[in-house]
């Protein structure tokens, strides 16, 4: 399917590991100029050197909690590609805490890149983007809709970042931006890792999940590609679940 976004100018937060490499990679394969954002600068040079043969791309270090790095990122990449058409709201963090066990530091760690930077970056990009509309997608999660034990400052961020979504769509609409989300379920990447080191609770996860497996990256990326172009033209103000059925298990 053409999505018809060559020459389209994205952004991608946390673009060089995990859901956002795989979001990035598929971006740039649909003719998208991408920026991969993130504050790892080797990891961000080597997905830049890997990627390069797919199309422009290049790689900003910034620290999307921190205005002042944010307004450089937006300044660069226009200066390098022109006014920004997609921004993906990606990034994100998970160190699982019970209430009881979790420190303020843990608390505002987790509310500022889960949920803070979402509102600085999609703050920052509007004015870049009012000259020709956009699409801003942000990461939601599973966790916005079933609670899970540990995730009490991830869940709430993420629960947010939902209602954010809704909001700013009825607020950018009228400057020709949409804005949706999207929520992974249990997918393959570095943050699951401490969610299923106990084989026996991997084996649980799974069973809990229609198609009986974790999904990939890539299966994430595709349906974000879609959001992002024409063919979703008519889609905003609301949240794509992308998570293999797990709401659907008969117990």
């Not at 504050?39 to 830049?48: F, K, P, S, V």
């Not at 944010?70 to 920004?84: N, P, R, S």
């Not at 950018?172 to 949409?178: C, F, K, W």
């Not at 595709?222 to 998570?243: N, Q």
Request: charged share 20%; aromatic share 6%; hydrophobic share 45%.
């Amino acid at each position: 399917m053409d999505l018809k976004l060559k020459n389209k100018v994205a952004v991608v937060t946390g673009g060089a590991k995990g859901i956002g490499r795989e979001i990035s990679r598929a971006l740039l394969q649909e003719g998208c100029r991408v920026c991969m954002v993130g504050t790892d600068g080797a990891a961000l040079e080597r997905t830049r050197a890997e990627f390069s043969s797919l199309g422009e791309c290049m790689a900003q270090v910034c620290d999307v909690t921190d205005v002042r790095q944010i307004q450089e990122l937006f300044a660069a990449v226009d200066a390098a590609y022109g006014a920004v058409d997609i921004l993906v709201n990606n990034a994100g963090v998970l160190k699982p805490r019970r209430i009881l066990d979790m420190s303020e530091a843990d608390w505002d760690r987790s509310l500022d890149v889960n949920l803070k930077s979402v509102f600085l970056c999609t703050q920052a990009v509007v004015p870049h983007m009012k000259r020709q509309g956009g699409v801003i997608i942000n990461a939601s999660s599973f966790a916005a809709l079933v609670p899970s034990v540990g995730q009490a400052a991830y869940a709430a961020a993420k629960i947010a970042v939902k209602s954010f979504t809704s909001v700013s769509a009825a607020e950018l609409a009228p400057y020709g931006i949409r804005v949706l989300a999207y929520i992974p379920g249990v997918i393959a990447t570095q943050l699951l890792e401490p969610l299923i080191q106990d084989p026996a609770r991997a084996e649980k996860m799974r069973g809990d999940i229609a198609a009986h497996r974790f999904g990939g990256p890539a299966e994430v990326a595709a349906v974000v590609a879609f959001m992002a172009s024409e063919k979703a033209g008519y889609v905003s103000g609301c949240c794509v679940e992308i998570h293999g059925g797990k709401l659907c298990v008969q117990n």
